[in-house]
């Protein structure tokens, strides 16, 4: 633009001089400078209003490379991972043995000769779902790492309003693959760093910035695993530099604030989306996804899911342990965890922690009354709960149980003598069912019986005591006509589990 203000000043300067040293009937009239000068006036606008137009179109085409020039570095980066990938899995420890283990933790509890690198995983099966992923492993604590794309430091630049900058989070691995790696895992977390100046994570009420969990959700704490609260590390610590907050950025200062935590929720993990807003300047870091250890199944497995976590990799049928008893499924570990063929139930299993069952008689009659009637001979008593001496049966364990009483009451020898005969059923001393017998003049004896089945738990007690007995006795002899047996039907295997536990 310069040039042209001093071309301008040079034909002035000229015409001057040639105007001084020419006669006076060789000079220009004043009318004819002042038109060429006009002329040159409306070139030189025109000629600068074409420049400036040129000018700002460059600097669009300028901003529109540098557009173009970051999304060819976010390629270039993919791209790298990828090739890195190829390289790695041509020369992979594992690869080359023919085995693809499902985490970093069971590839060295498998092989302890492997060492820390780069690694081909498969955590949702091999030849099942998804293709491999490729991780790095820290064999000496069991971590698994898995990279994404915006591992650096990235400013978020200047907006207003809420969740006005959004970067979408590309990882290096199948979202299915890392919620199942998850899974596989006894912990996993990602933390999160955000450098802010004027640019509150919230204010007033309102939310300017959150991130989407692994299913798209939105979340508003910055660490730990507590989803219901909006706070960061130094909130969680009680050490944010305004205790009327629960993060830094949300105090607001004259100097630049940076929020650090640590998100170790497991079922929000792995960051899908960081959303950032109301800011004069914010630089966020996202730290990669990493999972370490195996997941813990306590107790007794409960489904094929719980198999799976543990290790079984075979399909076929396996015992699992249900709410009361064992139970048969048919766990097909060929299909996705989430398939619902996956695990089929197949039945109950008749599985019992110890065998109960007594049968007990008498050889004489019993005259007693309202305390429980004894025995004498004992044919069996598997499992010992049947105390003949004081005849009472304590349930060893809580399952459904079986008893059955037969008897003779016998007027002994009033014949001439209404009779009346009544023996019941108890169970802690409650009432259970209750056997009669009535004897008109003329007959000596009558049989009663009493059964029942009941849900006993472990500790309580079952008997049969005579409750009623008018000129009348239970008889017995040599010939044994009282029997009394019990048997146990089914176990509840899961609470006998539980109180051994």
């Not at 400013?155 to 590309?170: F, H, Q, S």
């Not at 003598?417 to 003329?442: V, Y």
Request: proline share 2%; with cysteine.
């Amino acid at each position: 633009m310069a040039n042209f203000y001093g071309l301008f000043l040079i034909l002035l300067i000229c015409a001057s001089e040639w105007t001084a040293g020419s006669a006076a009937d060789d000079r220009p009239s004043l009318g004819e400078i002042q038109n060429q000068l006009q002329q040159l006036t409306t070139n030189y606008i025109s000629l600068k209003i074409n420049l400036e137009s040129k000018l700002t179109r460059l600097e669009e085409l300028m901003e529109q490379k540098d557009r173009q020039h970051g999304i060819l570095e976010e390629k270039v980066l993919r791209l790298e991972l990828e090739l890195l990938a190829t390289k790695e899995r041509e020369t992979n420890q594992l690869a080359t043995k023919n085995v693809m283990y499902r985490t970093c933790s069971e590839a060295h509890a498998a092989d302890s000769s492997l060492t820390m690198g780069n690694y081909w995983i498969d955590p949702d099966g091999q030849g099942v779902g998804d293709d491999p992923i490729f991780v790095y492993c820290d064999m000496a604590t069991g971590k698994t790492t898995i990279l994404h794309d915006s591992e650096d430091s990235i400013d978020v630049g200047y907006c207003t309003g809420p969740g006005c900058y959004t970067r979408e989070i590309i990882y290096n691995a199948t979202m299915r693959q890392m919620t199942t790696l998850a899974e596989l895992s006894n912990e996993c977390h990602q933390s999160i760093k955000y450098e802010c100046y004027d640019a509150p994570l919230e204010k007033d009420g309102v939310i300017y910035s959150w991130w989407n969990d692994r299913d798209g959700n939105p979340q508003y704490f910055w660490a730990g695993s507590d989803s219901s609260i909006h706070t960061c590390q130094c909130g969680i610590d009680g050490e944010c530099i305004n205790s009327n907050v629960k993060c830094n950025c949300d105090a607001i200062a004259p100097y630049m604030l940076n929020d650090n935590g640590v998100v170790t929720k497991k079922a929000s993990l792995p960051i899908t989306k960081l959303n950032f807003g109301q800011m004069s300047t914010g630089v966020h870091t996202l730290g990669r996804f990493e999972c370490s250890g195996d997941a813990i199944v306590t107790g007794f497995p409960t489904s094929c899911e719980d198999l799976w976590k543990i290790g079984h990799k075979m399909t076929g049928f396996y015992s699992v342990m249900g709410t009361k008893m064992v139970e048969t499924v048919y766990c097909d570990f060929t299909k996705s965890l989430g398939d619902p063929a996956f695990q089929t139930w197949i039945g109950f299993d008749g599985v019992q922690s110890t065998s109960v069952y007594f049968y007990v008689q008498r050889s004489a009659s019993f005259y007693g009354k309202n305390y429980p009637i004894t025995f004498d001979l004992e044919r069996i008593n598997t499992g010992g709960a049947m105390n003949a001496g004081n005849g009472k049966f304590t349930a060893p364990v809580t399952g459904t149980y079986f008893f059955s009483f037969f008897g003779i009451a016998d007027m002994g020898g009033a014949l001439f003598d209404d009779g009346n005969f009544k023996a019941s059923l108890r169970m802690n001393g409650e009432l259970i069912g209750r056997g009669e017998a009535d004897l008109t003049q003329g007959l000596s004896t009558d049989t009663f019986s009493l059964q029942s089945t009941l849900y006993l738990q472990a500790g309580d007690e079952i008997w049969v005591q005579v409750d009623q007995a008018d000129r009348m006795n239970l008889y017995d002899n040599g010939n044994h006509y009282t029997h009394f047996t019990g048997w146990l039907l089914q176990e509840n295997v899961a609470q006998s589990l539980k109180n051994r536990l």
